[in-house]
């Protein structure tokens, strides 16, 4: 069968640093490709170049069996090509069918068919599940929905080859259990897809074949029903690497850390008690929306409440504020690092000595440079941060880098509790392993946890106690020998 | 919780989406009968009239600023355009005999051509249009005065012979145009792709590009169009005046940015509509002006008034956002709870 695409001896480098070097496989036609690999392996480059974004240095594309070259993401959507992006490409000031039809819309002289843009706007939505009204704004819509919207696009476009990049990251399971059906159905339509993921799992579940790119290079590749876990790990990351997860041996101590008694907000979180100790990670697992996140802002003052009490270290906090948390010794790592918890045009040195300026000034009160370089060197080399130098702008850092700079700034405030949101979102496996030490080290260190993620895996691996939110509300509670990922799944559907 | 409360309850929500959802016309509600209420002479349909046909000059050139402001940027040279194309029409008519209709076709076009400059700066050097505009508006006022030689200009008698037409005897010319570009605007943005496209430019351009819209021309054509609206208001001013000064058209671009902003559009882009967005703008502007001057109050007060009410409006309109964005949340939850 012709390749839908192939790709040969592709070259990309960014101001002389390789990002591609010589890649060259096949894209079959009618087959969902897992693409893999750590960040900063090549994926995103290479997914650029097959969308018009960028051109390559050296080396041909083909669209079946004949050259081809893409200049803009105008041409590509041309050639039936669609990303769907990890970041959407949406607006959320106009309704779902503009969203669709904004770059060609059914016209009838010089006037939108508004007519027949409803009408296949619905038809569109229904192919994939979403049966809302296609007049609705899009900042209505929640991430899966959204996500869905892009998909409808591709398929208005009547895109040949459909690119996923990260596409389940901020998706609940029911949402992914939806878009892997959506995928399948675009696949039984006859379309092509590239499908990118650092979940393993999902991609041996969804792909027919694998690519797995390291440094640039295509290491490995073949039918996914070749691939086992072990395998797509150790090409990715050059090194059989044994455990997923650092073994946790600390245990946690008898004093309390903090104790939230009966707190409520509304419409946020209700009646929520708990407690943390020190040395202790404690998990808190729930569906996206379940107000998870919402009581880490609410500890970290984020959000005012209504009702109950927080005691932290023995003091009581009445409505605290983020300034007054850090000072008590609170660190809150929020799970958007490029939004909230950077300054991601900032340098790595600026990002690190952030929440604690107040150490480096002299007496004069100016900052003093030579002690702020001197401890976020240390703190560079304690986290193991690839950094070309402290002067290194923090955007360029691949995702795990960025959030090892997020963690490096707070442990530079040397707090007593981390609330740790998502912490490994986005980032490669190598990356992750060395994020969950690091969380083990502050927890034998005395430090407590709260650590809250989708991924159940590594909350069951790492934990002491886990609590499961549903709507607002604490409705489970598991100690470690009691950890049982179906339980605790149930649990978080409210089954 | 009893049944009854929970409809209460329930209405009560309703009624403040519908206020917040509305907010420049609930308050342009409010503030007319809060002057009506005031000064019964206020109330008088001839001063309604008058008002409305005031509100047309500034609300035309509104129009166009709210264009520029849908896809993200500023036209601070709005004013300088409605001056210098006036004053080009002017000359062509009293030097070279053009015609009254072939001149306001020429003061059109140079709208137009002011608006593409500005659109060429803008899109081609990429330089802010803050700054482009800025340095139009100094160079244009400059042209203008010195092509004048800062004399004011006189426009033939039979300007102010059209300008007193009135459609059926009741409705004046201003007013006429005001609504026939309003609704030619508001059609525009709402039913034509590139409408639709500065929306999308002025939530995120960056975005746009990527889903493969000419950003660029997009983003020019929004100038062009300021401009012509800017001569089009000039021209059913000099109607009205017959006569175009040194000072014709100064500052004018930030009443139509009040305007504009008064009818719901954002400075940061993305937001705003022609009807009833920036007619209500405009119009309540001229209300509040005429507002305080039949409420008898003492004139030096005015202005700050004016300013404490401008202020609340377009506070209000923020808290508006809120309102609906925490009503949003409601609405998902609600969505949930259905689902499950």
Known sequence: MTPLISIRNIDKSFFGAPALRSVSFDIIPNRILGLIGENGAGKSTLMNILCGELQPDSGELYFRGRPFRLEGPAAAAEAGIALIHQELNLFNNLSIADNLFLSRYPRRGPWIDKGAMHDKALQLLHQV??????????????????????????????????????????????????????IDGLKQRGKTIIYISHDLDEVMRLCDDIVVLRDGRMVDFG?????????????????????????????????????????????????????????????????????????????FGLEPFDSGRIVFNGRILEQPSPRRCIELGMAFVTENRREEGLLIDGTVQDNLVLATLNRFVDFARFLDAEKMASESEAQVRQLN??????????????????????????????????????????????????????????????????????????????????????????????????????????????? | MSRKLEISKSFRIDVTALFTRCMPTSIFIIVFLLFGLTSPRFLQPESLLNIAKQASYIGIAALGMTLVLITGGVDLSLGSTVYLSTIVAGLLMRDYGLSPVAA????????????????????????????????????????????????????????????????????????????????????????????????????????????????????????????????????????????????????????????????????????????????????????????????????????????????????????RNMIIARQRRKIISLRKDKQT
């Open chain 1, 385 to 495: 941060l690839r950094c070309t130098s402290l002067k290194q702008i923090v955007k360029s850092l691949s995702g795990g880098n960025q959030q090892k700079v997020v963690l490096g700034k707070w442990l530079l405030a040397r707090p007593l509790l981390f609330i740790l949101d998502e912490p490994t979102r986005g980032i490669d496996v190598g990356a992750k392993y060395e994020v969950y030490s690091l969380i083990n080290h502050l927890a034998d260190e005395g430090a407590g946890i709260l650590m809250i993620s989708s991924e159940l895996e590594e909350l069951t691996a790492l934990c002491d106690r886990l609590l499961v939110i549903h709507r607002g509300e604490i409705i489970k509670s598991f100690t470690k020998d009691q950890f049982d990922a179906e339980k605790i799944l149930e649990a978080a559907f409210h089954l």
């Open chain 1, 223 to 299: 039918a996914a029903s070749e691939f086992t876990l072990q395998r797509m790990i150790a090409s990715m990351c050059g090194c059989e690497l044994e455990y997923l997860f650092p073994i946790r041996q600390g245990t946690p101590q008898a004093q309390v850390l903090l104790e939230v008694r009966h707190l409520s907000a509304e419409g946020l979180v209700e009646d929520v008690s708990f407690e943390i100790r020190k040395g202790e990670i404690l998990g808190l697992f729930g569906l996206m929306g379940s107000g998870r996140t919402e009581l880490a802002r609410l500890l």
């Open chain 1, 129 to 182: 599940g979403l049966d809302l009204p296609p007049n609705w704004l899009l900042e209505r819509l929640r991430p899966g929905e959204r996500q869905l919207v892009e998909i409808c696009k591709a398929l208005h476009a009547d895109a040949e080859l459909v690119i996923f990049d990260e596409p389940t990251t901020s998706l609940t399971a029911a949402e992914k259990e939806r878009l892997f059906q959506v």
């Open chain 2, 104 to 319: 306001s076709f020429v003061c059109l076009l140079a709208g137009a051509g002011i608006g593409g400059f500005n659109a060429f700066f803008i899109t081609r050097l990429k330089i802010l249009p803050f700054v482009v505009t800025l340095a139009t508006m100094i160079a244009g006022r400059g042209l203008g005065l010195l092509l004048t030689k800062s004399r004011a200009l006189e426009f033939p008698a039979a300007i102010l012979k059209v300008g007193a037409f009135k459609l059926f005897g009741f409705l004046p010319l201003p007013i006429l145009l005001f609504a026939l570009s309003a609704t030619a605007i508001q059609l525009f943005l709402s039913r034509i792709p590139l409408g639709r496209h500065y929306y999308a430019v002025g939530f995120n351009a960056e975005n746009a590009r990527r889903a493969g819209l000419p950003v660029d021309r997009i983003i020019a054509s929004a100038y062009v169009l300021c401009g012509i609206c800017a001569s089009l208001g000039g021209l059913v001013a000099v109607t009205q005046l017959g006569i175009v000064n040194a000072g014709f058209g100064k500052g004018d671009e930030f009443d139509a940015i009040a305007a504009a902003v008064l009818g719901g559009a954002a400075l940061s882009g993305g937001v705003g509509s022609a009807f009833p967005g920036t007619v209500i703008g405009a119009l309540m502007i001229r209300m509040i002006w005429s507002g305080l001057v039949s409420a008898k109050i003492n004139l030096y007060f005015q202005p700050m008034i004016f300013a404490v009410i401008l202020f609340l409006a377009v506070m209000l309109d923020t808290r």
